[in-house]
Structures are given as C-alpha cells and as structure tokens.
C-alpha cells in the first residue's frame, strides 16, 4: 500500500470524524511511517490527525514531518496546542525548529510553554550556531556520587519517561561538576550485586567537548571514539547536556552537502531542489558563474599573447586543451583530497609542508606518467600541422608541459584548501571549477613559454 493509495482512506476518516480508527492509525505504525503516510495532507489535515493521538506520540509522529510541514502547523494551529506539542518535543529538536519560525509567532507560543521548558528554549538558542551548545540536548540521566546500583536504577527509573534516550548515565558532583559515567549495559549486568557503588563502575577519563566547540569537532570526536552520546560542559567543566550520534548524522550529511554544492560552484540550497524558488536557484548558480566567467576571460588574454606561436605550430593549439585539462582534473583531485581529510580531521594548517612535499612528489609522478602518454600522441602529429618543428621536440615539448602542468595543478589544488582555511573560508570553496580555472590560464603561460624555449617560436 503506497502514501498516495491512503491518503484518500485518511482524509475519509477525517471528514467521518472517525476517532476510533484514526487514534489506530497514529499508533499502528513506527512514528516516522506514520508521519510518511501522512505526506499529501495539507498542514491543517496533518494536524486534525495528530489531534487524535497522545501527547507522547504527537510529538513523536511532529519530529518526522518535513520543516516547511512543522512550521507551517506551529504558525497556523491554536497557540496553546502547539505551546504543548512543544513541551514534549526533545530539547534540541524544539529549538532548532522554533529558529524557522516567524520570530512574532515565537514570542506568542512562549507564554504557553511550561516555565521550565521556556527557560531552556531560550538557553540553547542563546549559543551561536554551528557550536555544541546549539546542537545539545538538556535531556540527559544523571546521577550524584556515592548511590548503590539499586539506588541508581530506582532514580532512572524516576527520569526515564522524560528523557530521549539513555546511552549513558552520567554522574555529577552537587555542583554538576562532571566526575563520570556509567553505561546503562554497566548498571544492568551489576544488578545481580545491588549494594555496589556506582563510583566503583563508572568510567573516570571521558571525552567532552565544551558548549563553544565547532560542530565540526564534535562530529569528529563522536566518529573517533564511536561514541553513543558525547557530554557537552563549560569551561569549569559543569555537565550542560549532551550530543547524540543521531545529531552527529545530521551534521555529517549537512557538511558533507555544503562540501558537494560548493566543489560544484553552487551556493549551499537550503530548499528542496524542486520546490526551491526559481530566481533563488538562478542567484545562487550565476554569481558563482560570473565569477568564474570572469576568471576564465584571461584565458583569452593568455592565448592572445601567444597568436603568433600558434600561427607558426597550428599543432599548439591544438594540444591546449589536452594540458590545460590535465592541469585542472590534477588539481581538482588534489582538492578533493585536501578538503575531505580537512573535513576528517587528518589534515591541520600545521601540515601543510607534509602536505607540500607530499603532493610534490605525487604531482612528479603523475606529471610523468600522462607525460609519457603526451609524448606517445605528440610524436605521431600529423606532418602538416606540425609546420617545420621537428616532431620528437614537439614531443618533447608536449610531454614536459603535461608533466609541469599536472605538478603545477596538483600543488594549486593541494595548497588552496589550507590557504582558504587559514584565512578563515571554507575549504569547499577551493573547488572544482575554482582550482580548474585558475590551473587554465597559468597551464597556456606554461605550454607557450616551453614551447618558446624549444620550438624557437618568436613570441
């Protein structure tokens, strides 16, 4: 049974007022399958149904929506309805919903939010986005010292409704100093010894981030040490919340995105690709286009200054395109490199003479290999297009600006993502079309200058 084939069962159910089969559907299915089936309904319709299910699981089947679907009921839907909703969506979740709400429509829900729950709203967005802080969740189980297991597990038993998950327990000092943790897997296979202290179990040397580190940082140190939850503190090292692998994902693919829309000379999208707003997708295409045609102009200029060496050797020209590409698709390669291990964490600004010479080497070695290539192809170059070079120095000459380009390319792509991040720009800028255009005009300089010092060709 396909989303379409139901929706016409689901609106029938809405317009019959049928409660009995609809408070079935909101708990028949996994919330994110029922959130699925509810794709085609308009915002009111998806709201009437989930006016039908617990508060637990309204929250629930909310989260899965698509955020056009979520703000859309938030702004239209009864205040203090959705003021509950609120409350009972998980701390990280709420908040970074609410920052696509109208910021009118905001001050008016909060009100209608418990105290407890307004005052860590307006916590968590008071941290900059991107950092850990804006990423956390305050929902976490925690334990003072010196409890016995038994007592540990009638307290998380207390907190269990409450909280989203529980990977861990951390245990906190009376002035939430972060002191350790125990695993749920730890406090289950010691309840066969019930007077044991949880201090004799729990794990004293943890990872942590502090609440102002990037969540590029986080994500890296979650991957590293294959991490369920990583504890978020504060500079004196107060337990302030906690970061699941589920938002580490998140971050993952929003990164990984970004990188992809860059390295292809496109503005991140925040839309969806088809429902974006056409001149939206124009801007953000043609400024990154214009400027890379501009760049692209003094590729002109370059091959205009060597008119007369092309008249000469009409070979020249044609073989520009061959090294020009062989400079960019080095360079590219190189940049991808760079950038992803930047992205993992492999590669810092203090590498970057490793980097050099390691790229120096790789860049002779390719240079040479499809220089050899160049050689083969520019030795068997027809007669009359060769005009009275010999053909084995326009091989020569052909096969050294191969090698010299693919080096060149290969250290511009290596270098710009290090040099961009020193700066303070995103490496994913050092894209593609970027490194391409520039290795362009520099890779006509070097094929004419070589060309010049071999061919004798006046200039």
């Known amino acids: 049974m396909t989303n379409t084939l139901y929706l016409p069962e689901l609106r029938e159910m809405l317009a019959e007022n049928n409660t009995a ?13 029922t959130a699925e089936f509810m794709e085609g309904l308009t915002a009111a319709e998806a709201w009437d149904v989930l006016q039908h299910a617990d508060e637990t699981t309204r929250a629930e089947i909310f989260s899965y929506f698509d955020r056009d679907k979520q703000v859309e009921i938030i702004e239209s839907a009864e205040r203090a309805d959705i003021g509950r909703l609120i409350a009972d969506l998980p701390p990280d979740d709420r908040v970074d919903i609410l ?4 910021s009118e429509i905001v001050g008016e829900l909060l009100p209608f939010i418990p105290a407890f729950d307004r005052r860590d709203i307006l916590r968590l967005q008071s941290y900059p986005e991107g950092t850990a802080g804006a990423m956390m969740t305050t929902g976490f189980a925690k334990l003072g010292e010196g409890l016995t ?47 044991t202290k949880i201090d004799d179990l729990m794990e004293r040397d943890l990872v942590t981030v502090d609440v102002t580190d990037d969540q590029e940082k986080v994500a890296q140190d979650v991957a590293r040490f294959d991490l369920h939850a990583i504890p978020v503190v504060d500079g004196d090292h107060h337990m302030l919340g906690i970061i699941t692998h589920d938002d580490v994902i998140d971050v993952f693919s929003a990164e990984a995105t970004e990188d992809v829309y860059r390295m292809g000379a496109v503005a991140p999208l925040e839309e969806n690709y088809l429902e974006a707003d056409f001149r939206t997708i124009w801007w953000k295409r043609s400024v990154w286009l214009s400027c890379l045609f501009v760049a692209e102009i003094f590729t002109f200029t370059a091959i205009a200054h060597f008119d007369d060496a092309i008249k000469k050797v009409v070979a020249l020209a044609m073989f520009l395109p061959l090294c020009i590409s062989t400079g960019g698709n080095s360079g590219s390669q190189a940049a991808t490199l760079i950038t992803r291990a930047m992205a993992l964490g492999q590669v810092t600004l203090g590498d970057w003479w490793r980097v050099l010479r390691h790229e120096l080497a790789m860049g002779l070695a390719l240079g040479c290999t499809l220089g050899c290539v160049g050689f083969l192809r520019a030795y068997f170059t027809p007669k009359k297009v060769l005009g009275d070079s010999d053909p084995v120095q326009f091989a020569v000459v052909i096969s050294l600006a191969v090698t010299a380009i693919c080096l060149w390319g290969t250290l511009v792509g290596s270098m710009l993502p290090l040099m961009f991040r020193r700066f303070g720009f995103d490496p994913g800028y050092a894209s593609s079309p970027f490194v391409a255009t520039f290795v362009d005009v520099t890779g006509i300089v070097i094929l004419f200058s070589l060309a010049q010092a071999f061919l004798l060709v006046p200039v």
């Open 149 to 195: 297991v038994k007592q540990a597990l009638e307290a998380i038993e207390a907190q269990a409704q409450e909280l989203e998950t529980i990977y861990y327990v951390y245990i906190v000092d009376a002035q939430d100093h972060l002191r350790g943790l125990v695993s749920a897997r730890q406090l289950l296979s010691a309840i066969g010894k019930p007077l």
């Open 21 to 33: 089969e609809l408070q079935e559907f909101c708990v028949a299915l996994h919330p994110a399958r």
């Open 99 to 102: 920052k696509s709400v109208r």
